[in-house]
């Protein structure tokens, strides 16, 4: 049976659990005009999963309508009831770029406890590329939830400031070797300009015990 606008509706308004996850699924399948509104349905539903399934596809669906979208992430940022859905939402305005929710995600990270929303948007701030970020993404530097921390390094990295350098020099000497690789990773993105600080860290990583670390170093000192 061949999979349509149609028979995507028909599941999505089935009683059974199993049946509007499939249909959520099933929208990878339809032409994206038709997907992306068949995911305004399927983002209302009751259940979270059907809920964080429908979001999860907004980035790569949204852009068939972006003000449509920006309503339907910043609603469901802030007033879903489930973490894993507002988490989502983050993650998909920032693949869309939506900077407009730049004050939503703001103040959002400020107010949650959830470390997976913060998370989301750390990340989400990094892929937005808006230099509003700054000061939120130095303040996740100090966050006490590694994952948050090695994102925002990461985060700095794609923003894309020199005035990040400094205040990532120093976790270079991390006992972590993930967040030694990620700041690798932010300075090769921030020594476009050869900034003496930058060099010289992406130096002393490049002889890193870690070879991801120092592969990724090295590239940088090759550029």
Same mark, same amino acid.
Request: overall charge negative; some cysteine.
């Given at each position: 049976?061949?999979?349509?606008?149609?028979?995507?509706?028909?599941?999505?308004?089935?009683?059974?659990l199993?049946d509007?996850?499939?249909?959520?699924?099933?929208i990878?399948?339809?032409? &994206?005009?038709?997907?992306?509104?068949?995911?305004q349905t399927?983002i209302?539903?009751?259940?979270?999963?059907?809920?964080y399934?429908?979001?999860?596809?907004m980035?790569?669906?949204?852009g068939?309508?972006?003000?449509?979208?920006?309503?339907?992430?910043?609603?469901?940022?802030?007033?879903?009831?489930?973490?894993?859905?507002?988490?989502?939402?983050?993650?998909?305005?920032?693949?869309?770029?939506?900077?407009?929710?730049?004050?939503?995600?703001?103040?959002?990270?400020?107010?949650?406890?959830?470390?997976?929303?913060?998370?989301?948007?750390?990340?989400?701030?990094?892929?937005?590329?808006?230099?509003?970020?700054?000061?939120?993404?130095?303040?996740?530097?100090?966050?006490?939830?590694?994952?948050?921390?090695?994102?925002?390094?990461?985060?700095?990295?794609?923003?894309?400031? &020199?005035?990040?350098? &400094?205040?990532?020099?120093?976790?270079?000497?991390?006992?972590?070797?993930?967040?030694?690789?990620?700041?690798?990773?932010?300075?090769?993105?921030?020594?476009?300009?050869?900034?003496?600080?930058?060099?010289?860290?992406?130096?002393?990583?490049?002889?890193?015990?870690?070879?991801?670390?120092?592969?990724?170093?090295?590239?940088?000192?090759?550029?």
């Amino acid at each position: 049976m061949s999979i349509t606008p149609e028979s995507v509706q028909e599941l999505l308004a089935s009683e059974d659990l199993g049946d509007r996850l499939r249909a959520v699924n099933q929208i990878r399948t339809l032409e &994206p005009a038709a997907g992306f509104e068949l995911l305004q349905t399927a983002i209302q539903d009751h259940h979270a999963r059907v809920r964080y399934a429908a979001i999860s596809q907004m980035d790569t669906l949204g852009g068939q309508n972006p003000q449509l979208s920006l309503e339907i992430l910043r609603d469901r940022l802030l007033n879903d009831k489930e973490p894993d859905v507002q988490a989502a939402a983050a993650d998909c305005l920032g693949a869309l770029k939506l900077t407009a929710a730049f004050e939503d995600l703001y103040q959002l990270y400020h107010s949650t406890s959830e470390w997976l929303i913060q998370f989301s948007i750390i990340a989400a701030l990094g892929e937005m590329g808006d230099p509003r970020a700054f000061e939120l993404l130095q303040q996740a530097l100090n966050s006490d939830n590694e994952l948050v921390q090695t994102t925002a390094i990461r985060a700095l990295g794609e923003l894309g400031n &020199p005035a990040a350098i &400094p205040l990532l020099v120093p976790y270079a000497n991390n006992s972590d070797w993930q967040v030694r690789y990620s700041v690798a990773c932010a300075l090769n993105l921030l020594n476009q300009q050869g900034d003496d600080a930058a060099k010289s860290t992406l130096a002393t990583l490049a002889e890193d015990e870690i070879a991801a670390v120092a592969e990724e170093a090295q590239r940088g000192l090759n550029v």
